[in-house]
């Protein structure tokens, strides 16, 4: 369906524009057990095969991958996918732009897919799409009952030689999800080891595979496990039958049922996805997870504002040059309201402290959210509230009402822990209740909301990440994970790895500090970060009292935005280095990041339209291998025809600001 906003352009966020047509064949073939689908390209092949077991192959350029897999759903005992039958196929092609209506990798995607559904006898429906970018797959079922029991799920992934893995091994379903992304053997993963997801695959020729989910609703996450094979077994937690509070937050499962979920008869399920990369660069402008997510629920997104956070935790409140006590206090967050205000930040943090633990609407005596609130609204900085997931739980409706009745712009939710079946729904819930009052979602404490961003916009980045938190007690965040994380965990959707470390050391030279923390690899290494990493609700994490001593690293950190109209790969390799550039309106900004080794890299500005422009560009200094907080900015002209060559050093990094030449 075709149609035309009032300044002319074609629609294609609700009324999707169709580029090429649909088309449907639906055809009974007697005794017919093999389908095969191909992406639009060619290059992506699914091969399905239904004699006496549902199983699929991917093949990449010829290339078997995935050699096959299997794939049941126990529904109340039935065995979906077991001894199917046919009764029609349906194919399918579309191809349409969309637009986001908060952009992370691109202002526009385009979506061109190639549709297999099978109905089978038994009420139930499977579906395959082959894309471009990958391939996924899904269970419909229109069974008569109102409500029905998943007792299992089969997700094995028979991959066709012993591939290695980037896997985020996990201790239990109780998990914030901040994991490495180890690198090890599939064969070495065994069926005690336990991941969560993405898990990226490392297929040889440069090809990797991330596995993922998508559209998860009313039903539980996506887990895996090996089985000491060439094999990943999908694995979900179960549904909870009794819990225990620990503190105010940590609610564990103390008795779970032998089902995964308790859900309606007639629905879709969520899609099981292989994300495809002919090389790793790939990955980074893979949106899959994106597309098979179910379309904005929000009607209304004019008010979604992205942007940056003065961000309070990481730095402990602990400003200095001041009149009065740092803390969390009043004046304290009027001081990082200035701080945000002189610098056009979008929004400040109220993190742990604001409210006496277990009830949020007992503010601590310290501290007047509406003074704050009125007196950020003066400044046009806005206030997002920290909040325990059980807590909010528990008095949802006044606590968010109150909030709004402040004037409070969002909400940050942690410690939630679990994706189980009730977990997942109450980030829809929150997510939802807080459409209704306007208000902006960020949750720590887990992953799987990264995947929800398109179907709650509102919902606007997630944590679920190794971040540079982990600086204040360890040695985690270190280069070379920095430098996976963009292949690995950002496929998914937005992270909040909090970056902006203003003190910056080396490996030799690094120690974790609680209260006055440090970032390991150089001052750059941190600036890139925000050119490469997506989130956009984008924290500044250090003290605003150390960005006030830095006024030439907030020319760059001031103006820099939190989502793209474009994003280009200038190189990357996974677990060693990347660079992109991406563009907002008429400004590109670059980034390059390299993991412990120092390295020199080109960038050809092709990309850049004809004229000439200004670039201020910030690079790891002459003794940055020594003091990682060394470097320096350098201003130049460039074009479309400069390339440039780009030294850094041990942990380092290069950002650039490209805009039109004055």
Known sequence: MLGKCSDGRWKCARIAVVLAALFCAATTISGQSDFDLSSPDGRVQIKVKTLGRLSYSVLFKGKTLVQDATATMTVDKAVLGQDPKVITPHRRSVEQQLVAPVAQKSARIHEHFAELRLEMEGDYTVVFRAYNEGVAYRFETSLPRSEVKIYAEEVNLNFASNYSVYYPKEESFFSHNEREFGYVSLKSITPQTLGSVPVVVDAGDGIKIAVADADVEDYPGLWFRGNSGNSLAGVFPPFPLKEQLTRDRDLRVTQAADYIAVTRGKRTFPWRLLGLAEKDGDLLTNQLVYLLASPSQVEDTSWIKPGKVAWDWWNANNIYNVPFKSGVNTETYKYFIDFASKYGIQYIILDEGWYKLGNLLDVVPEMNIAELTEYGRQKKVGIILWVVWKTLDDQLEPALDQFQKWGVKGIKVDFMQRDDQPVINFYHKISREAAKRKMLVDFHGAIRPAIMTRTWPNLISTEGVRGLEQSKWSKYAEPEHDVTLPFSRMFVGPMDYTPGAMVNAQKASFV???????????????????????????????????????????????????????????????????????????????????????????????????????????????????????????????????????????????????????
């Not at 980034?591 to 200004?614: H, I, K, N, V």
Request: hydrophobic letters at 35%; proline letters at 7%; glycine letters at 8%.
């Open 512 to 662: 974790p500090i609680f209260e006055q923390p440090m970032s390991q690899g150089t001052r750059c290494h941190q600036l890139a970060m925000y050119v490469i990493y997506e989130s956009p609700l984008q924290m500044l994490a250090d003290n605003p009292s150390n960005y006030l001593r830095e006024p030439e690293v907030m020319e760059f950190l001031g103006p820099v935005p939190t989502v793209w109209d474009e994003t280009r790969v200038v190189d990357a390799r996974m677990g060693d280095y990347v660079m992109m550039a991406r563009r907002s309106g008429r400004d590109w900004y670059l980034g390059a990041m390299t993991d412990w080794t120092p390295r020199e890299l080109s960038a050809d500005l092709s990309f850049l339209p004809e004229g000439s422009f200004q670039m201020d560009a910030y690079q790891d200094g002459v003794n940055s291998d020594r003091h990682g907080s060394d470097y320096l900015k350098v201003r130049s002209r460039v074009g479309r025809t400069t390339k440039l060559k780009i030294k850094m050093s041990a942990g380092g990094g290069w950002a650039a600001r490209i805009y039109p030449a004055p």
